[in-house]
């Protein structure tokens, strides 16, 4: 007995990795793994081509690349400019001449269409727009890589929200080059400031009867035509996607094969009033429309309106997580660090996103050391599934909390279940891969480790039906799977769960990938 509880606890701590033939593909290809490893270039190869489950977490916005944002903006029927006062794209002034030659150093705003001709304003825009070659100036107010980060969403906004099928198709093409099955952007659908509806009432403590009768005004007031215009949004946007793509068609873009559900992101820096309403919004969106999945709550977390209200916004989030219990929520919650802001604030905001929110996975939880009880958090975390999408690049450039100060390592020893995300590849200049070869050189992960985070990104996704997984924790098959993929019981069996058919495209593409070695 004791023998197999030991050989059990190696199995939940290496994700099924112990016991694996050294002969068998997968062995091999562990083994290949390790003999590169010191080769920087090999094993970015290695890992770009390596099966990757999922990103859950990333901004449809920051997730593209400048370049595509200035490409889009140079239609001149846009009428948009480059502004170098505020370092942002933005629609033209009164008089803003054709220039030849620009290189948008100057005082005078510059057409996107002349902007896009030049090198010198394209790497211009492209600095602004990301964090490429950013130092701190403060003479620019770029105090640091926070500031700097979250001050890009505005500069690329007068082009971003106008092309949301374009950044999907982008985002599709880009996961597709990096062998990546699934990917959940968050896209916010729909800005509601109840006021306008005629709701006037204030929030206060957060009770459920409050919140209840705030629900019961907007639905009176014509809520629902801006659910049924938010929806229009989403499936516009994912439907143009395909189109661009040519799903549809003889030859289909090799991006058709990524498949994309949304998490509507709700802003947590407005009046209260104004976020329930959004936080209502997407969850009304998810419940009914299957290409949106959950919903999630974003922007800095240490403004002073995301602090001050924060125990009210989980508590917002308790009332239609109890309400819609079948839509995914995931909250970024932790993103904060000493001396970013007061010490306080750091000792219990994870707690609350599991315990008063009903969280399902926690974006970034970099803090999770500072909070009161954090053993017995991360152990509750363990027990119950609630997984953390773990953000490195993100972390390093907006916090500076990186290598043995971040708590990855932690998550990974208590057994909490993790994922790598992207968060903004596009502002970060980074892809998934990368995030990949980071976790691998920093925290001396082997291939098995690394193939166990890929399949837990698609077991801890919010696509619908059940798992392929009779225990992801060590990797079980459900029995309808255990006599082969394609055997009829299995494939009766996935056509009725997204997630177990594309778990089912995970495990193929790792039986190819690992008969390479």
């Known amino acids: 007995m004791r023998i197999t509880l030991i050989i059990l606890a190696l199995a939940l701590w290496l994700g099924a990795c112990a016991g694996i033939s050294p002969d068998s593909p997968e062995g091999r290809t562990s083994a290949h793994f390790e003999a590169i490893r010191g080769d920087r270039t090999l094993t970015r190869a290695f890992l770009q081509a390596m099966p990757k489950g999922a990103d859950l977490h990333t901004h449809l916005s920051g997730a593209v690349y400048a370049e595509a944002y200035i490409r889009w903006a140079a239609d001149p029927e846009l009428h948009l400019c480059y502004d170098p006062g505020t370092r942002a794209i933005a629609e033209c002034g009164a008089h803003a001449p054709p220039m030849a030659k620009p290189d948008c150093g100057g005082a005078t705003q510059v057409r996107m269409s002349d902007a896009a001709t030049s090198d010198s304003c394209i790497a211009t825009i492209t600095d602004n ?27 690329f906004g007068a082009v971003s929200g106008d092309h949301k099928a374009e950044s999907l198709a982008w985002i599709a093409r880009n996961a597709a080059l ?26 206060k403590g957060g009770s459920d ?54 998490l509507g992101q709700s802003i947590r820096t407005q009046p209260p009033e104004n976020t329930f309403a959004q936080v209502m919004l ?34 917002i989030f308790g009332y239609f997580k109890r ?17 970013v802001t007061e010490l306080k604030d750091l000792t219990f905001h994870i707690r609350e996103a599991v315990e008063i929110a009903g969280v399902q996975r926690i974006g970034h939880g970099i803090d999770i050391g500072f909070e009161k009880g954090s053993e017995a958090l991360l152990k509750r975390m363990a027990e119950d599934g609630i997984a953390v999408e773990i953000n490195l690049s993100s972390n390093e450039q907006i916090l500076g909390v990186a290598g043995k100060d971040h708590p990855f390592p932690t998550y990974l020893k208590a057994g909490v279940p993790v994922m790598l995300s992207t968060d903004d590849e596009g502002v970060e200049r980074i892809d998934l891969a990368s995030q990949y070869q980071l976790a691998a050189e920093r925290y001396d992960l082997g291939y098995g480790v690394l193939k166990t985070l890929s399949r837990q990104s698609l077991e801890k996704s919010f696509l619908t039906g059940k798992s392929l997984w009779q225990d992801f924790r060590v990797f079980t098959l459900a029995g309808e799977c255990s006599h082969g993929f394609d055997a009829a019981p299995c494939k009766a069996f996935t056509g009725t769960s997204d997630k177990a058919r594309a778990q089912v495209e995970l495990e193929k593409r790792f039986m190819a990938f690992e008969a390479r070695w």
């Open 129 to 155: 727009l990301s964090m490429r070659n950013f130092r701190p100036n403060p003479l620019w107010e770029q105090r640091s890589g926070h500031d700097q980060f979250f001050s890009t969403f505005a500069r």
């Open 178 to 203: 990096q062998n990546v099955v699934y990917v959940e952007p968050m896209m916010t659908l729909g800005w509601v400031n109840p006021a306008t509806l005629g709701v006037t009432q204030k929030l």
């Open 209 to 262: 009867a409050e919140l209840a009768a705030f629900e019961k005004a907007l639905l009176d007031h014509g809520f629902a035509k801006q659910v049924d215009a938010g929806a229009k949004i989403l499936n516009d946007a994912m439907a143009g996607a395909r189109e661009q793509m040519g799903c549809a068609g003889s030859t289909p873009e090799p991006g058709c094969t990524v498949t994309l559900r949304q």
């Open 282 to 315: 997407h969850y009304m969106i998810a419940d009914r429309e299957k290409l949106s999945v959950g919903v999630n709550f974003v922007a800095p977390e240490d403004y002073h309106v995301a602090l001050r209200d924060y125990s009210l916004h989980m508590k």
């Open 323 to 339: 309400k819609y219990g079948s839509v995914g929520l995931s909250l970024h919650a932790g993103e904060l660090w000493l001396g």
